[in-house]
Structures are given as structure tokens and as C-alpha cells.
């Protein structure tokens, strides 16, 4: 038996019955809803949750997924929430980053969420791009 819920981003149907008739979706690093349930508790409402470990699956493989699924559906909103620090979680939010650049950033949010000490943080989209780019954050780091 299985203590995960959600169902994994890799496994479903790109127009899946599970989320084709929501707006908004978002994906969690798969421990989240083990580790941090009350985390999830803000997304209770609209959001179809899917999950994904980079631990797992390569993040071209979930990201080119996660492409199909935004190709088909009409969503407002696509999510990530993953926790801190995490090195495999962070894949999540670049990936986001990623797909949107190559569907030619389509007309739907985008927002990244991080579990900091057991609470959910927003991070600014411009946060996650200035992060992949380490001389970008040594530059910011020397003007502090």
C-alpha cells in the first residue's frame, strides 16, 4: 500500500478525466503530500494536483509530459510546490520554466511555491530563472 495520493504527472493521460475540466493545475514534489500535508491545504480549492520525483524520472521526460498536458487543456494556471532546498525539487520549477519558453510562453500563470520551516513561500518567476544561472547569483550575493 502506497502512502501517495496524488497521481504522478508521468502516469496520467495528457487529457486526463482527473483534471481536463480544471483551471488550474499544480504540481508537487511527491514527498510534499507525505511530508508536509498541511502544505497542500492553500491549494484545496480549483487546483488538480499532480505530482513528480526527479529522483525518479529525468526532468525531460515529466517536463515533455507536462507540455502535452499544456497543449491540451485550457488551464489559467499551472503551479509548483516542492520543498526548499530540496536539489531533485528545485528541477520541478526550472522545468516550468522550461516548457513555457517552448510552447512560446502561452497566456497562463505561472507559480512557484517553496515550503520554508512549514510554510509555503511564493518565489517570484524571475527568482527561479536567476537561480539556474550561478554567476548571476554570485553577482547578487557580492552586492550584499
Do not use: W
Not at 502561452?106 to 550561478?134: D, M, N, Q, T, W
Amino acid at each position: 500500500m502506497t502512502p501517495y495520493a496524488f497521481p504522478e504527472l508521468i502516469n496520467v493521460n495528457a487529457k486526463s478525466r482527473l483534471f481536463r475540466d480544471r483551471r488550474k493545475l499544480l504540481i508537487i514534489g511527491r514527498c510534499v503530500e507525505v511530508e508536509h500535508p498541511d502544505a497542500l491545504k492553500p491549494f484545496s480549492n480549483g487546483y488538480a494536483v499532480l505530482s513528480a520525483c526527479l529522483e525518479e524520472e529525468h526532468v525531460n521526460k515529466v517536463g515533455f509530459k507536462l507540455a502535452g498536458v499544456l497543449a491540451r487543456g485550457d488551464y489559467e494556471e499551472v503551479s509548483v510546490l516542492t520543498v526548499d532546498g530540496s536539489l531533485h525539487c528545485v528541477q520541478l520549477h526550472y522545468m516550468v520554466e522550461e516548457v513555457f519558453k517552448v510552447l512560446g510562453n502561452p497566456p497562463v500563470r505561472r507559480r512557484h511555491f517553496v515550503i520554508e520551516g512549514g510554510r509555503v513561500v511564493e518565489v517570484p518567476c524571475e527568482a527561479v530563472k536567476a537561480s539556474r544561472y550561478l554567476s548571476r547569483v554570485a553577482k547578487l550575493l557580492r552586492r550584499c
